[in-house]
Nanobody, 115 residues
Framework: QVQLVESGGGLVQAGGSLRLSCAAS????????MGWHRQAPGKEREWVAS???????NYLGSVKGRFTIAMDNAKKSVTLQMNSLMPEDSGVYYC?????????WGQGTQVTVSS
């Protein structure tokens, strides 16, 4: 069993910043990567950013330069620093970890950016 718990969501004005954290527990050995997805009301869940255990990062084009993902390999935790937030960044942000083709999801944390 793998448990992922997100924290750090909230309400912020456009241009502001938030830092999301995700802590993994349980059977957390040998993750291939961790990352974040988000889902806005009425829209499909979309990938936002990911980081491999080799610390290779990838970002959705619209967040590149504004968001930074980082992982603590030993603690199996991942953070997402979000700067210059825009209303279109609003949604529920989900942490995901992947191992051998299987994905494990957190429950999500709400991010709301007001204009």
């Amino acid at each position: 069993q793998v448990q992922l718990v997100e924290s750090g969501g909230g309400l912020v004005q456009a241009g502001g910043s938030l830092r999301l954290s995700c802590a993994a527990s349980g059977n957390i050995e040998n993750f291939d990567s961790m990352g974040w997805h988000r889902q806005a009301p009425g829209k499909e869940r979309e990938w936002v950013a990911s980081i491999s255990t080799g610390e290779i990062t990838n970002y959705l084009g619209s967040v590149k330069g504004r968001f930074t993902i980082a992982m603590d390999n030993a603690k199996k935790s991942v953070t997402l620093q979000m700067n210059s937030l825009m209303p279109e960044d609003s949604g529920v942000y989900y942490c995901v970890s992947r191992r051998s083709g299987r994905a494990y999801w957190g429950q999500g944390t709400q991010v709301t950016v007001s204009s």
